[in-house]
């Protein structure tokens, strides 16, 4: 296929309805502000001037007019897909408005999003190529229950990894296309161009996300993006035994590994797995390497740098699932080496001391950053400031 046999009428359709709606929330801020801002101040905010946090509704819109246009086989697979992640989009977005609803809700809601998906869809994980556990995946009730723990998973990991413009959009596109990949060398070619219509929907987005910040993707956006992207991973093998279960979990290797290392540092540093801190990879890119480099150039752009690092980081998992997507053996090596690659980073970068302030109007300082430590940020219009406590 030629890339033109790629831009379908879904795709065209969906990033020009997603680019536009995008650009109108931004536009009418002044009307919905006063629920849809994000706020400046907290653990894991680095931007410098309110943003509407409800750039979701853009996508999701794009989703549905794509799928509307879409050729009947990728509208069969696209639209059980998007009712069944009304759960976990709708509760997202209540927290994006509201800002009171719990992550044990949000996670709830991503699971019952997985079990919906696999009531309207009959696919679920069945054979990972570990022993065991495949005969235990056999049974019914203890697949769904797998599958819909695992979508709920990833859901969590996009949202995460959203910590700096363009960073979760951006992982996942590259997730997308990777799986889209695998589908076309599979002989699969409409799951192939329903993840580039997904693709394409988010980059309407994209545009408005990244550099400038303008509108952020919020808990709707992601935990939505999450569910597709674990649900199309979920597809893949199912609806091509040749592809290994491993190829579409190493495609998500990079939020996954990231929700992985936070849950073990926390517990080892005896902290509340389930509470933000500022220990996150990105975090610690933007402390030790774009604070330092890009210290001439205004927060927004500085934020925005720390993506195309990371998006290095999530391309590594992602290519080697692509050369490898039907032999097993090699992707649990894949794996493990890629894990071994992320955590490598994160202990250099770690031990890197980091540039504190870079705005022009105030001294540069260097403090020591360690694991472990809970970063706060005090964000102010003209520039930000990462301050370890």
Request: proline share 4%; aromatic share 10%; net charge neutral.
């Amino acid at each position: 296929m030629g890339v033109s046999e790629f831009v379908t009428v879904g795709v065209i359709v969906g990033f020009a309805v997603s680019i536009v709606v995008s650009l109108g929330l931004v536009l009418t801020t002044r009307w919905h502000g006063k629920y849809s801002l994000d706020q400046l101040v907290g653990i894991q905010k680095f931007h410098a001037v309110p943003t509407p946090r409800i750039g979701g509704l853009a996508i999701f819109a794009g989703l549905v007019c794509a799928c509307l246009v879409a050729a009947e086989e990728r509208r069969a697979i696209l639209a059980p897909i998007l009712v069944a992640g009304l759960p976990a989009f709708c509760f997202g977005v209540a927290e994006d408005v509201t800002k009171r609803v719990s992550v044990r809700a949000r996670l709830l809601a991503t699971m019952a999003s997985g079990i919906f998906a696999w009531y309207l869809t009959g696919a679920s994980v069945t054979n990972t190529g570990v022993w065991g556990v495949d005969s235990a995946l056999g049974i019914l009730p203890i697949s769904v229950i797998f599958t819909a723990f695992a979508v709920s998973g990833v859901a969590n990991a996009v949202n995460i990894i959203d910590g700096f413009n363009g960073l979760a959009s951006g992982s996942v596109m590259i997730a997308l296309a990777a799986l889209g990949l695998i589908a076309l060398n599979a002989g699969d070619t409409n799951l192939a161009l329903v993840c580039f219509i997904v693709c394409g929907v988010t980059l309407g987005f994209f545009l408005l996300n990244f550099p400038f910040g303008k509108l952020f993707l919020g808990d709707g956006g992601a935990y939505l993006l999450g569910f597709i992207l674990a649900w199309l991973a979920v597809m893949l093998p199912a609806r091509n035994p040749s592809v290994s279960a491993w190829a579409p979990f190493l495609v998500c290797g990079y939020p996954v590994f990231e929700t992985v290392f936070t849950i073990i540092r926390r517990v080892l540093a005896k902290a509340d797995p389930g509470q933000p801190d500022g220990n996150h990879l990105h975090t610690l890119i933007k402390v030790k390497i774009c604070m330092r480099i890009f210290r001439r150039v205004t927060a927004s752009l500085r934020n925005a740098s720390v993506s195309p690092f990371s998006w290095a980081v999530a391309a590594v998992p992602a290519v080697l699932a692509v050369q490898f997507s039907t032999n097993t053996a090699a992707l649990m090596v894949a794996c493990l080496a890629s894990f071994l690659f992320y955590v490598g980073i994160y202990l250099l970068l770690a031990n890197i001391p980091a540039v504190e302030h870079v705005a022009p109007s105030a001294t540069a300082q260097v403090v020591e950053f360690q694991p472990g430590q809970v970063l706060s940020v005090v964000a102010n219009v003209d520039d930000d400031v990462a301050q370890a406590a």
